[in-house]
């Protein structure tokens, strides 16, 4: 149950900007005109939104949290509309004109669009720090293949001066039992000769 918390909350975000963009609606339409607190009004909807927009990457990753903003702006937006055409009369309109609609209509899309900034710049700070984090993996190993080739450099020449000694010994055991072999062979040689000639001597003597 633990586990399902942090999906729940992720969606908290996403419902936030909804409202965000849904209360716009009931701010003065002469907030998007010149001035100093229109301006003032204006930064902090698009901040919160690009906020929102950041932490909806952070927690629903792009392709979920595209979808979903893109979805609150489409609902937004019809919402919005539904809600000054049948409440015209609060918003202060004599008559519905096409104007006044696409002016809540756009008023929702920029603050949407404003999500979807906050969305593009914590992606593009999350893939520097992922090509960050490949890059130094990719050197460590790099160093770890070059220490591991040094290593099996030295291990052959080990091997090689290992075989070379080895096969030295082997030469030398070998000359050895040769010359044992040849010393044993002159030695039974001179012995039969010894004994042939004892042979001969016994034979004249009788």
């Not at 609902?75 to 519905?96: D, H, Q, T, V």
């Not at 070998?174 to 034979?203: N, P």
């Amino acid at each position: 149950m633990e586990s399902d918390k942090p999906k729940i909350l992720s969606f908290f975000t996403p419902a936030l900007l909804a409202a965000l963009m849904f209360l716009s609606n009931f701010l003065s339409t002469d907030v998007l005109n010149i001035g100093q607190m229109n301006f003032t009004v204006w930064f902090v909807l698009s901040f919160f939104a690009f906020v929102c927009g950041w932490l909806i990457n952070l927690t629903l990753g792009w392709t979920l949290g595209g979808k979903l903003v893109f979805a609150v702006i489409i609902a937004a937006s019809l919402i919005s509309l539904m809600l000054i055409s049948f409440f015209e009369e609060y918003f202060g309109f004599s008559e519905l004109l096409s104007e006044n609609m696409i002016l809540y209509t756009l008023r929702n899309v920029v603050l949407g669009s404003f999500g979807f900034f906050g969305m593009a710049v914590h992606q593009v700070f999350y893939q520097q720090r992922k090509i960050q984090l490949l890059t130094g993996q990719i050197k460590f190993m790099e160093k770890n293949i070059s220490d591991a080739s040094a290593r099996n450099e030295i291990i052959i020449k080990q091997a090689e001066l290992k075989g070379k000694e080895i096969v030295f010994e082997a030469e030398k055991k070998a000359a050895e039992v040769k010359s044992l072999h040849d010393d044993m062979k002159r030695r039974l040689k001179e012995f039969l000769e010894a004994e042939k000639e004892l042979l001969r001597k016994y034979e004249l003597d009788k």
